[in-house]
């Protein structure tokens, strides 16, 4: 989507603003330049973090406090029981309490895409850690035998 007016020249007031909304929101920058029509397009952000080193020094700092506040909302939603339960009132009148699936794997979607986008953004703090090890017999060391055909 094609906006006229938006800025095109590097601007450290700009910059410092774009940086501030992705600190402390959930969108990434697509989202942000279509409902903000002062942030110049995105390709025009990628090209000042290309020639801007201070500028691309900030979006880092900023994309660290966006993970850290992903982070404290894993928690947050973890935490919240609040619509975990329904109450249902069957046809005598007697009510009683169910689990509310729907919420529940709700919010278990809302902390597993967290968890998802912030392994992909930094894997070496948030990523999946697989290891491989090679041992030999019993846990022991691996043993290389070498046998001379020409015996």
């Given at each position: 989507m094609a906006h006229?007016?938006?800025p095109s020249e590097y601007d450290p007031v700009i910059a410092a603003y774009f940086c501030?909304?992705?600190?402390?929101?959930?969108?990434?920058?697509?989202?942000?330049?279509?409902?903000?029509d002062s942030l110049p397009e995105p390709q025009?952000?990628?090209?000042?973090m290309s020639q801007h080193?201070?500028?691309?020094?900030?979006?880092?700092?900023?994309?660290?406090?966006?993970?850290?506040?992903?982070?404290?909302e894993i928690l947050e939603i973890a935490?919240?029981?609040?619509?975990?339960?329904?109450?249902?009132?069957k046809k005598n009148g007697d009510e009683y309490e169910v689990l509310n699936k729907e919420a529940v794997m709700r919010s278990n979607l809302r902390i597993e895409s967290r968890k998802w986008l912030m392994g992909k953004l930094k894997p070496k703090k948030y990523?999946?850690?697989?290891?491989?090890?090679?041992?030999?017999a019993d846990g022991g060391p691996?043993?290389?035998?070498?046998?001379?055909?020409?015996?």
């Open positions: 006229t007016g938006r501030e909304l992705i600190a402390t929101g959930k969108q990434g920058i697509r989202r942000l330049c279509d409902q903000n025009t952000l990628y090209r000042w080193p201070e500028f691309r020094e900030q979006y880092a700092h900023a994309k660290e406090e966006q993970l850290q506040l992903l982070e404290d935490d919240d029981s609040t619509n975990d339960y329904v109450t249902v009132t990523g999946e850690k697989n290891t491989t090890e090679h041992t030999g691996i043993q290389c035998i070498t046998k001379s055909i020409l015996e």
